[in-house]
């Protein structure tokens, strides 16, 4: 929808000039196959199921009352898992909001904030919200991050790994070249998929007083519409997040929100058991794209990016769409010959391959 300058005289001047994140689609059509916005394919454990049951049958209530402004319960359970103090543990709604809290507390500096021309496209919206000074490095022609390319100055990193949406992971050593370079500087590594086969940088985080770690439950435990994000950093670095949540709002986390995640936390078993399921997925998956004529880039997420070097990739994804299937597409320099596809089930994936292979190519 627009609207006329007359309209938008109410809005604040700086709110017409936003270019806000357009999220990947949720349509409602019959038999569709979704695999546009790396959800998991898998449920939740069946304890998050019981546990946001519990909050009805034993707290109801408790609904009458805030929340724990702190959710103590979840750093709790998520310093556990982490191994972290819990001073370490920073929470919000979504690691997209963990995210806005970090730019504002750390990356309003004089200096631009660094991060790859291709990333996840939150960032320059954040940027712009904030005020931010922002600086693209490009990715190299095998659209791998060159960690030598962060030593210049800057008021910031942030780092997406494994990349989004190449799906390509830097090694741990790789990370820690960057900290090391940027002592006075803060670094975030926004790990959102790194449950995926990459290294965390969490274990890094007692060593580096810049490091921040920012995770979702949202890909790699099933909780997508749960709305659960966290960051693992230095209590120094916490504190200011603390200072920036409380500034906006104190109770980002519902009772429903704690109890689940907490579960979650909980049941290591499970869900290791479903990010196995879904890399032994994606292996197959690349090998009979691979099979098919795709070039696929080395993939540490739940999602690949393909290219097909005789198919245009934007007529692959409209084809695509008319027999049920979503993937995404980014109009964008560079990647505009690619596909981000994320991993479904087994079946699913054979729905995807049979498709393209008998109605597509
Ligand atoms: C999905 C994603 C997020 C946001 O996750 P939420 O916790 O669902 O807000 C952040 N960063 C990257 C790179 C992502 O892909």
Redesign the pocket.
């Known amino acids: 929808m627009t609207f006329t300058a007359q309209q938008m005289r109410f809005w604040s001047p700086e709110v017409r000039e936003l270019e806000p994140y357009v999220p990947g689609e949720q349509p409602k059509i019959q038999n569709l196959l979704k695999l546009n916005t ?1 959800e998991n394919p898998y449920p939740p454990s069946p304890k998050v199921v019981q546990a946001v049951q519990d909050v009805l049958t034993e707290q109801a209530d408790a609904l009458r009352l805030y929340p724990d402004p702190d959710a103590m319960a979840l750093k709790q359970a998520i310093a556990k898992q982490q191994q972290v103090d819990v001073a370490q543990v920073f929470v919000g709604n ?3 909001e963990v ?1 806005a809290h970090i730019f504002k507390a750390f990356f309003i500096q004089k200096e631009p904030i660094l991060y790859p021309d291709i990333t ?1 496209s ?1 960032y320059p919206v954040y940027s712009q919200f904030f005020g931010v000074h922002t600086k693209q490095i490009p990715l190299n022609e095998k659209f791998e991050i060159n960690v030598s390319d962060y030593e210049q100055q800057n008021g910031g990193i942030i780092i ?1 790994n494994p990349n ?1 949406p190449t799906s390509i992971a830097l090694g741990l050593d790789e990370i820690e070249q960057v900290l090391k370079s940027n002592p006075d500087r803060v670094v975030v590594i ?1 790990e ?2 790194v449950d995926f086969g990459a290294e965390s940088a969490v274990q890094l985080v007692s060593r580096y007083d810049n490091l921040v770690v920012c995770q ?1 439950t ?2 790699s435990r099933s909780l ?1 519409g749960l ?1 659960v ?1 966290f960051a693992i950093a230095q209590a120094h670095l916490i504190a200011a997040l603390e200072a920036v949540k409380n500034s906006f709002n104190s109770y980002p986390m519902d009772r429903f929100a704690i109890a689940a995640a907490v579960a979650s936390f909980e049941d290591q078993a499970y869900f290791e058991a479903q990010c196995a399921k879904v890399m032994a997925s994606r292996e197959k998956l690349v090998s009979e794209l691979t099979a098919l004529g795709f070039h696929v880039l080395p993939s540490k997420a739940n999602f690949i990016f393909a290219t097909h070097p005789q198919h245009e990739a934007a007529q692959l994804a409209q084809q695509l769409r008319e027999q049920g299937i979503i993937v995404r597409y980014f109009n964008k320099p560079r990647i505009d010959q690619f596909l981000r596809i994320t991993i479904g089930t087994d079946e699913q994936n054979q729905r995807l391959v049979e498709t393209l292979k008998t109605h597509i190519l």
């Open positions: 790396n979504g690691s997209d995210l996840y939150f997406t989004a926004d959102a998929y979702t949202s890909k997508a709305r994000g």
